[in-house]
């Protein structure tokens, strides 16, 4: 059975770091490429980055190039988000998933909440 467990999350202040973990598992992880989204309060989910299966390729969206990182660790079935540099329009519920945003696998895990906020 399909399971993303994300963690990490948080209240930070402005121009802060944290970084995201999530867990994979019911799947070969290392064949897939995963990603990160973001839903922020009375707005629809956005995909933040993604990596490929091997780890060395990713990419992001424009609002957070240069201050996000994303990576993998496939011995462990974990996807990381490394945000720097926070900022309040990032605070919302972040969420992992396979793929590169064209589709998902079902469940969602249940996200990992970042507050953004002085």
């Known amino acids: 059975q399909v399971q993303f467990v994300e963690s990490g999350g948080g209240l930070v202040q402005p121009g802060g770091s944290l970084r995201l973990s999530c867990v994979a598992s019911g799947f070969t992880f290392n064949t897939y490429y995963m990603s990160w989204y973001r839903q922020g309060p009375g707005k629809e989910r956005e995909l933040v980055a993604h990596?490929?299966?091997?780890?060395?390729?990713?990419n992001y969206t424009v609002s957070v190039k240069g201050r996000f990182t994303i990576s993998r660790d496939n011995a462990k079935n974990t996807v990381y988000l490394q945000m720097n540099g926070l900022k309040p329009e990032d605070t919302a519920v972040y969420y992992c998933n396979a793929g590169r945003g064209r589709w998902y696998l079902d469940p969602w895990g249940q996200g990992t909440l970042v507050t953004v906020a002085s």
């Open positions: 990596i490929n299966p091997d780890g060395g390729s990713t």
